[in-house]
């Protein structure tokens, strides 16, 4: 949309190979030279967008003299050039934006009103579940199954395909939404038509998925957004932000041979989230930028969510010009991208530094193979320390008569008291699996069991062991033990497309099958490229045969694992896992490893490079020492290490150089909207409004707009709030609305068994967003969910203070909600980290929660709460619920909140909690965030904008 005003007579017109461009000229503001390189593509996004009312010569003046100590406090309007979503985060979407044309029609407005304004492109990639692994079969079972259980959705989005201009669908099958992004999707410099001209813009965009930052690494500006923001986005509606201060992160040197883009990342994950960087842009710049392949900058921007950042940008340089043409890129757009970011001042320039907010510089010779575990993706860990670390952490998963009590902790400095083979039944165990069995924990590699050992100078004790006897299905005798890998997936869209990392783990899956080795049995084993590429690449460069030789068959393309969509274990495994409470580990090449995320029978779960995946499924458990410990043994009977199979950086090159080439993405690309037969055979529903089907259980029409005022009522003051749960630190949206395995015992299992869906078709939340019912009732279902209410337990269980019974959350919220109390939720730092869940605020606002009081929350989380109407408090500065002395049993009252009817941001709220009182800081932090409160969410709010009546 072209801008009604150009105060600083920046329009200009920019010729491309006898192609004229109308650009924004950024010189044509005084200070523009001086921003770091994320903040010049939102000053250009002001200036073409300019119009005198939301965006003002005042506000493109406050970025050009942007002062880089400054806290943040001038509130902008940044308008994405697109939307970007995933199915998971898609579907309800559309869903949204369909209830939004019926209620639209309700309100006496024109329900065509609602109709996306800016390109938006949903990528199915979150569906697919590795129910199959392990055979030539499992792709096209899972791609099956994947059908049957998702036809309802599929054909909404193709309902909705046609009924909303400017939406396209990539199907399933295709790749990782952020892989299909930078590959195809991204164009770094917008090409848009205007009338007779033609304008060029960087490209920018929001997305569905937390790691839509991923695109960084294409110099391509955007983050994740909650489903909510995205439907805002979609209908015209700028993003309301504060101009951030941005984190110059210095990069050096060259990677050492051994070490990969997820040690790299893993380092920079731990470096920023001990430096601080919510909220914050991070850029990187130096010399050391230039030695970063594109593949490497893409890994590293799709953790910017596990950094914390909201954007992790690299600038355009020679080696973004690369990837575009390597990708297959029009020519014309490559040049276009070129010259347009030499013009503009976005080109890399190593020798400058531009000014930044804080700074931090990382040597890339120093980082070393690394992985991140048990629980979360910021906990790097060398490989040299993965076995002690390993054992420490195990006593938080295991029961204390296997440690010993509470004072006999593996892993402890000075805790002199050995685990392991302590009792006569263990001695037995260890009878029955002698130390000649290479698969035994008391053979080679795994210690004496029983015996201390020392770490830097510490006697710390070996760590407890439960062997437990297994049949495997094939009829293959073995057992499993705590510590043992039950999943090794090569996963996600962080890396799996990745040449040098996927080549690497090929390559080492060739030595191995080439020594004699093989995966232990009681690993699951799974492939999910990023992209099909990949799969070409292989075929080219003949390396299949190898990985499936280890059990590694491509079982989709598709977030598998890192979702939560492993698939279960093999029944036998999973039978002893859970007879004997097993304490068993996934190692994954994903991006997240919250608990209770990936399997609902894996406890630990630690992230790491595909060659490392491989490693530890030849070595079948976390308690190794990959340095020294031989993953197993050839035909002979000799040892074999790690360093013996680990491919070369000059080995991978070559390989690369001769299997990967440009045409493989051309062709790949060449008709990405269209499908499979399957796609296209799916009956498609017509007309501009969805019939929604009243026996659905996939996509319903939920109940935000019902009974909606056309003007909305004023803000009131929460009164006699009971506690629906006090939570911890690091509370991720994954325990708030996990997107896994529905349990056969829980609300929304029973719901399904009740509409008559069998247990073997509940498939999984994320897939059943569409259905409001579902997810209420999943809302702090997580299993590994730790409610502070009811001490001990795990799961979504609380006190219901109407009776002073233990019940599930939903029933405690059903009984709240009849009898009109509204809730509050209670919680420590970091509050809503993780994925950019709009159904952990969606079923928060839905359960009758009314507020949520924290220590500190994750961004997107934060924005969402508003977003649906729940108000984020923070606790005083230094204090929290503990210090207060807050047990969850009171009764509270909020007031002061009524200011924001006289167009206030209230700075803090009074609470009163019992005997407590304290001033809460009110986290609504921009005006526009205070217009989406006072509407009662942003969907009313947009809504009735459209309309002409919002507040």
Known sequence: ???????????????????????????????????????????????????????????????????????????????????????????????????????????????????????????????????????????????????????????????????????????????????????????????????????????????TDSHTTMVNGLGVLGWGVGGIEAEAAMLGQPVSMLIPRVVGFKLTGELPDGATA????????????????????VEF??????????????????????????????????????????????????????TYAKEQGLWHDPSREPNFSEYLELDLATVVPSIAGPKR????????????????????????????????????????????VDSAADEASAESFPASDPVSPFAHGNGAAG?????????????????????????????????????????????????????????????????????KPWVKTTLAPGSKVVMDYYEKAELIPYLEKLGFFLVGYGCTTCIGNSGPLPEPV??????????????????????????????MNYLASPPLVIAYALAGSMDVDLNNDPLGQDPDGNDVFLHDIWPSPQEVQRVIDQAVSAE????????????????????????????????????????????????????????????????????????????????????????????????????????????HEVMIRGTFANIRLRNQLVPGTEGGVTKNHLTGETTTIYDASRAYIDAGIPLVVLAGKEYGSGSSRDWAAKGTALLGVKAVIAESYERIHRSNLIGMGVLPLQFPEGQSRDSLGLTGDEEFTITGITALNDGEVPRTVKVQAGEVEFDARVRIDTPGEANYYRNGGIMQYVLRSLRGSAA
């Open 262 to 281: 997820t040690d790299l990342v893993l380092t920079i994950t731990e470096m920023l989230r001990e430096h601080g960087v919510v909220g914050k842009f």
């Open 377 to 420: 993706p910021q906990d790097r860990i060398s490989i040299t320390d993965a076995k002690p670390a390993f054992r420490a952490a195990l006593a938080d998963y295991v029961s204390a008569d296997e440690t010993g009590g509470e004072d006999r902790k593996p892993g402890v400095p000075g805790n002199e008291q050995p685990y392991g």
């Open 1 to 207: 949309m072209a801008a009604s005003k150009d105060t600083f007579g920046a329009r200009s017109t920019l010729s491309v190979d006898g192609t004229d461009y109308d650009i924004y000229r950024l010189d044509a503001v005084e200070g523009s030279e001086k921003l770091p390189f994320s903040l010049k593509v939102l000053l250009e996004n002001l200036l073409r967008t300019e119009d005198g009312a939301d965006i003002t010569a005042d506000h493109i003046r406050a970025i050009a003299n942007w002062d880089p100590s400054a806290e943040p406090d001038q509130e902008i309007q940044f308008t994405p050039a697109r939307v970007v979503m995933q199915d998971f985060t898609g579907v309800p979407c559309i869903v949204d934006l369909a209830t939004m044309r019926e209620a639209m029609a309700e309100l006496g407005g024109d329900p065509q009103k609602i109709n996306p304004l800016a390109p938006a492109e949903l990528v199915i990639d979150h569906s697919v579940i590795a129910d199959v692994f392990g055979t030539p079969e499992s792709f096209e079972r899972n791609v099956e199954i994947e059908y049957e259980r998702n036809g309802e959705r599929y054909q909404f989005l193709r309902w909705g395909q046609g009924a909303f201009s400017d939406f396209k669908v990539v199907p399933p099958g295709t790749g990782i939404v952020h892989q299909v992004n930078i590959e195809h999707l991204a164009r770094v410099v917008f090409p848009r038509q205007e009338g007779d001209r033609t304008l060029a813009y960087p490209d920018t965009l929001v997305g």
């Open 451 to 519: 015996r201390p050992h020392h770490v830097d100078g510490h006697l710390v004790p070996d760590r407890p062991s439960k062997p437990t006897r297994v049949v495997m299905e094939d009829g293959t005798e073995t057992f499993v033990d705590h510590g043992h890998v039950g999943i090794a997936a090569i996963t996600s869209c962080t890396n799996t497309s990745n040449p040098q990392v996927m080549i690497g783990a090929a390559l080492l899956a060739k030595k191995a099958v080439e020594r004699g080795l093989t995966s």
């Open 664 to 771: 493989m993405f051309t062709k790949g690309y060449a008709d990405v909207f269209a499908g499979t037969e399957q796609w296209k055979a799916l009956p498609t529903p017509e007309g501009d409004t969805f019939q929604w089907d009243s026996e659905s259980t996939y996509v319903r029409r939920p109940p935000y707009f019902d009974g909606m005022p056309a003007e909305p009522a004023p803000v009131e003051d929460i009164t006699g709030a009971r506690t629906l749960a006090v939570l911890g630190d690091s509370v991720t949206t994954d325990h708030i609305s996990p997107a896994g395995s529905i349990k056969a015992d829980s609300p929304a299992g029973q719901y399904l068994r009740e509409h008559g869906v069998d247990r073997r078709d509940f498939n999984s939340y994320g897939s059943r967003r569409g259905n």
């Open 574 to 603: 999973s039978q002893a896992v859970n007879e004997a409470d097993l304490a068993i580990v996934s190692v994954l090449s994903g991006n997240r490893n919250f608990e209770g995320r990936i399997n609902p029978d894996v406890k």
């Open 285 to 338: 710049y130096g010399d050391g930028v230039s030695a970063v392949p594109l593949a490497n900058r893409a890994t590293i921007g799709n953790m910017s969510p596990e950094f914390g950042s909201t954007a992790a940008m690299f600038p355009i340089d020679e080696e973004t010009v690369r990837y575009l043409e390597f990708t297959g890129r029009d020519e014309a757009q490559v040049k276009l991208v070129e």
